[in-house]
């Protein structure tokens, strides 16, 4: 039987209705939140290994202002629908949104997930949301492969055989 692909809900009122009656019907909510520029393997086996730490796994995913903003003028290279879809198109993800600033704070705030999911190279010392979820009392789960897999590496890359 095919899985239908995930759903992408913007309106972040809308969705949090979706979370709480998951969280209702006795589900454990995991966010783990990315840029997902140029999709990799190493995307792949963080939200596989995000899925796998609850019942729901929820992507919120840094608009393209987010990602210029951290990234660069030149980023992102996959507009943000796109970026969506993909990510929606994966069988382990069960809702998929987009935010704005720097940090999913608000998300976290708003949503009250029961783990974040976040990748190898983050723990509770570098993580920009360790305060929030302290406070809210949020496990931090770090998962997926090591951090040998980067879109910028990729970038980098593909420059240095085009010259």
Known sequence: MRRKPARIIQDHDELRKAIDAEKAAGKTVVLANGGFDLFHVGHVRYLQAAAEEG???????????????????????????????????????????????PTVDGLIEMLRPDVHAKGTDWNMRNLPERETLKRLGIRLAVVGDPKNHSTTEILRQLKTKET
């Open 55 to 101: 019942d729901v796994l929820l992507v919120p995913i840094n608009s393209d202002g987010s990602i210029r903003g951290n990234k660069g003028q030149d980023r992102p290279r996959v507009p943000l629908a796109e970026r969506m879809e993909i990510v929606a198109a994966l069988g382990c993800v069960d809702y998929v949104t987009s935010f704005d600033s």
